[in-house]
């Protein structure tokens, strides 16, 4: 490894800024030791909860297809087809916490200068249930996590104090930071959900009590497609579905736009950037919108389930990139973050063609507000 691919996020020494996110390729001891042995600079484990978990009886996770020069979309196996996004209804982890922790402790005993973030959920509806928070906390922290993800964002949950559920709720989302915050020794970062329509008040609410890092995106609420011949969703049991998570291609440019909201809102603060990516070329923009570090599930997941080749095209690309550039002195990731950020703005500040004006929808200056106000008095 380079040492142009080492970087610091949230006080973390990090060999290099890519990670693998909370999801299957992180589900279990041996993927996340194989996932170090192939060159991840950190890993986020499978979300790990104290309420019992029972998934769906059927698959799990499914790919949605393109079929080039063609509208057809659909999750059957066809040759040719491209990858359109992954589609979800996995709850977190099916193990239990006291199955975790001497995981948790043998993996970081194994590769300690790789960072373990663990995600942890919990319901946040009552005192008792805040305590799990922190008990989760202390637990793996203890056993030697160098991170807590706190998952503010799983789309499946039915109930209102759980998941995203919490993550569109910024009182109850800062509360929540704030509990654990309150015992942790290691850094926390707040993981959001994309289903908000403004991303950036849930962020306030987590910087506020105190989160060290922003995580985004989570899965964005979808449905599978139905196939016309069954009039069926084309994953289903029993006929019936429930809103699932998108990820994948298809939520690159969606989620980039949340992390834009982000970054503008939070210049100075730390953020992860998840969402579509399985090359350098995808975490690019990441880097440049202001983030330090980058998660990847989809593309790992389809890469021999820990995404041995893409964390050595994503390693290669950025030393390549920096090579490339080497004329304009940046020495890693760090020289890189929020390159872009500001040139994200308000429609009416994008250039009109030749000697045009346009206001953003408003008319000319001061004369607008006038007439509202002559209306009302
Ligand atoms: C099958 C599956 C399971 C997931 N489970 C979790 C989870 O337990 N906790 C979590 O925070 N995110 C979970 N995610 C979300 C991913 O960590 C990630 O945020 C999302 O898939 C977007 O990244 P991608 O486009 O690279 O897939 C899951 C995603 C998938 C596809």
């Known amino acids: 490894m380079g040492m142009q691919l080492v970087s610091t996020f949230t006080g973390l020494r990090f060999e290099n800024p890519f990670l693998l ?30 309420h019992p978990v029972v998934n769906v009886a059927g ?21 040719g087809a491209a990858l359109h996004s992954s589609w979800n209804w996995e709850l977190i982890s099916d ?28 319901g946040s509806g009552s005192d008792e249930e805040l305590l799990h928070w922190q008990e989760l906390a202390k637990a793996c922290q203890d056993e030697g996590a160098d991170a807590l993800e706190l998952n503010l ?8 104090d ?27 970062w707040a993981k959001l959900t994309p289903s908000t329509t403004d991303i950036a008040v849930e962020a306030r609410g987590a910087f506020l009590a105190g989160a060290d890092a922003i995580s ?18 084309e994953i289903h049991v029993d006929g019936f579905v429930s809103t699932g998570g998108l990820g994948g291609p298809a939520i690159l440019p969606l989620s980039l736009a949340k992390m834009s909201q982000l970054t503008q809102a939070f210049p100075t603060d730390n953020f992860s950037g998840i969402g579509g990516i399985s090359s350098f070329e995808h975490a690019l923009n990441y880097f440049l919108l202001g983030c330090g570090t980058v998660q990847v599930c989809t593309a790992a997941m389809l890469d021999h389930a820990v995404g041995p080749n893409v964390i050595r095209e994503l ?17 890693g990731v760090a020289d890189l973050v929020g390159l872009r950020r500001d040139r994200v703005v308000a429609q009416s500040k994008i250039r009109r063609p030749g000697e045009k004006d346009y206001r953003g929808g408003y008319e000319a200056e001061g004369y607008a507000e006038e007439k509202e106000l002559r209306i009302k008095n």
């Open 21 to 50: 996110a909370s999801a299957p390729p992180t589900e279990s001891e041996s993927n996340i030791l194989r996932a170090f042995d192939a060159g991840w600079g950190g890993v986020v484990t499978k979300t790990i909860g104290l």
């Open 95 to 122: 193990k239990t916490l006291d199955w975790w922790v001497p995981r948790i402790s043998r993996i970081k005993k194994a590769h300690p200068t790789r960072i373990l973030v663990a995600s942890i959920m919990a």
């Open 315 to 331: 390693s290669a690309g950025l030393g390549q990139f920096l090579e490339k550039h080497a004329d304009r002195g940046w020495k």
């Open 153 to 160: 964002s799983c789309p499946h949950m039915d109930r209102k």
């Open 162 to 188: 759980m998941g995203s559920n919490i993550g569109k709720d910024p009182e109850l989302l800062s509360i929540v930071t704030q509990v654990v915050k309150e015992v942790a020794r290691v850094p926390v």
């Open 216 to 233: 985004s995106s989570n899965t964005f609420p979808s449905l599978p497609l139905i196939d016309e011949d069954t009039l069926d969703f």
């Open 59 to 79: 698959p799990k996770t499914k790919f949605l297809r393109a079929t080039p020069d063609s509208p057809h979309l659909s999750m059957q196996k066809r040759p």
